[in-house]
């Protein structure tokens, strides 16, 4: 008798010894769980990126740029947080708490301008010059700020199908690591658009093409050249979009002396529906040997022209030391209303110009002048030059379309941006370093998973589990202690 009770004894202890070690190691496992839940900075550095593309995480040309981060930068993103739920706008939250647990220099917070009205006046753009509205994201330091739109977020794609635009991407790291550098950086390029010659307002009609200067750590300012008694001296590059009407001789003399002293300048010419000449923007590009075509271009080869009409085509995109960084072979480029831009017979030594889109050799440039004759295909539609011949070598890119930039043209089309930064790159001897690819949406999102849902999720995961099976483990020790 006593050997069986002794037997049963030692069975209970043992039992019981494993059912106690059991119960704490269950409790210490929660434990730490919901201290790593409660840690919101561990908790992000733990999380692991199972999507195909890497959606959630953040790239090697990031790192490098909050590694190098001296200034403190704050996100602000302007709506409420809380209540985003399973729209695109959780991807982004989700995927800049990166930027936040990677750097004690970035801060994220969140306002809603419905819930404090004054915001954005009092403190974010008190001058009204940002154009900041609900919805954007704000990126700021002590020197200057960035706004983030939609369209800056997310890559949006023309559906012929359904004759919309959707969404069919994420741009956001190369939208806020852009911006984040932008608004630290001590000295950055100053880009000067010119104004007072009929161009198109930049952030009316070309708002797209700032954000991604910007982005690519340039600054833009308007220039009017008349106002000014020479081309200011921190200028990197004069851009001159869409011009309506001439140079003056003067604005044409500043440019000269701006040219010869090193100064770079990008001219988009859009035909004009007059026969008015640009003579004096002519007389500084022959400084280049580059010419102005008074024509339209239209493309005739079936395979380069876009839904039957010849003035919509797709320009081949030349091979060179200029477009390397491009993968010219993948690049699809869709130009609407194009004039040529022809190479002059003035050869010189000093003076290399580069075609950089060319049509097939059907194309015809139709011209606008009475009794002038049509020309032949090829035509150059964006030519690249350097002269060497003053006292300091000076570029030039001369593209025959402006709309390829414009907020419409990028519609259609968003290369258009891509190609003139790659252009303002090489003027500064420097490649299109920050640039980073659009993450495309490769496999099927959860759209209709609710706030409400994740929250149950959440309880029945890091609450609910975890209190049954403490329950079983006390249910076993109470049990096995009586055996």
Do not use: C
């Not at 900041?132 to 002590?142: A, T």
């Not at 025959?400 to 190609?419: E, H, R």
């Not at 949406?441 to 209190?467: D, G, N």
């Amino acid at each position: 008798m006593n050997m069986k009770n002794s037997f049963i004894n030692k069975r209970s202890l043992r039992f019981g010894s494993y059912s106690v070690v059991l119960t704490v190691i269950v409790i210490a496992a929660a434990v730490i769980l919901n201290m790593i839940v409660g840690a919101t900075q561990l908790r992000e550095k733990l999380k692991i990126d199972l999507t195909s593309n890497k959606l959630y995480s953040i790239g090697e040309k990031t790192d490098e740029v909050l590694k190098e981060l001296d200034t403190d930068v704050e996100i602000i993103g302007l709506f409420d947080e809380s209540q985003i739920g399973s729209s695109l706008y959780s991807q982004v939250i989700e995927f800049i708490k990166q930027y936040d647990s990677k750097s004690n220099k970035i801060s994220v917070r969140y306002v809603d301008p419905e819930k404090d009205p004054a915001f954005i006046q009092n403190e974010l753009d008190p001058e009204g010059i940002l154009g900041v509205k609900k919805s954007d994201f704000v990126v700021r330091s002590n020197k200057r700020s960035k706004v983030l739109s939609t369209y800056d977020i997310f890559e949006q794609t023309f559906d012929q199908n359904s004759y919309s635009f959707r969404v069919t991407g994420l741009n956001a790291e190369y939208a806020f690591t852009g911006a984040i550098r932008y608004v630290a950086s001590e000295n950055i390029p100053v880009v000067y658009y010119t104004e007072g010659h009929g161009e198109g307002k930049l952030e009316a009609d070309y708002s797209e093409l700032k954000s991604s200067i910007e982005l690519n750590g340039y600054e833009l300012k308007p220039l009017n050249l008349t106002a000014v008694e020479s081309v200011p001296g921190d200028a990197s590059v004069i851009l001159v979009v869409s011009p309506q009407q001439d140079l003056s001789l003067s604005e044409k003399e500043k440019l000269t002396i701006y040219m010869e002293n090193g100064g770079g300048t990008i001219f988009l010419f859009d035909p004009l529906q007059s026969n008015a000449k640009l003579q004096n923007f002519e007389d500084f590009l022959a400084k280049f040997n580059i010419g102005l075509g008074y024509d339209v271009v239209f493309e005739m080869a079936a395979n380069r022209s876009a839904y039957g009409q010849p003035n919509i085509f797709m320009p081949y995109v030349e091979n060179n030391d200029i477009t390397a960084n491009l993968d010219p072979d993948k690049l699809n480029m869709t130009i609407v209303n194009a004039r040529s831009v022809p190479v002059l017979k003035n050869v010189k030594e000093w003076i290399t110009t580069t075609p950089l889109l060319v049509t097939s050799s059907e194309a015809v440039g139709k011209s606008f002048e009475e009794g002038a004759e049509d020309t032949q295909g090829p035509l150059n539609i964006a030519v690249a030059a350097e002269n060497k011949g003053n006292a300091a070598a000076s570029k030039t890119l001369v593209i025959g379309n402006a709309y390829l930039v414009s907020d419409q043209g990028l519609d259609t089309t968003g290369t258009g941006k891509k190609f003139l930064l790659n252009g303002l790159n090489w003027m500064q001897d420097q490649q299109a370093d920050i640039y980073i690819p659009v993450k495309k949406y490769t496999t099927p999102r959860l759209e209709a998973i609710t706030q409400q849902t994740l929250t149950i999720l959440f309880i029945s995961l890091i609450i609910v589990v975890p209190l049954i099976i403490i329950g079983v483990g006390v249910f076993v020790w109470l049990r096995r202690r009586h055996l």
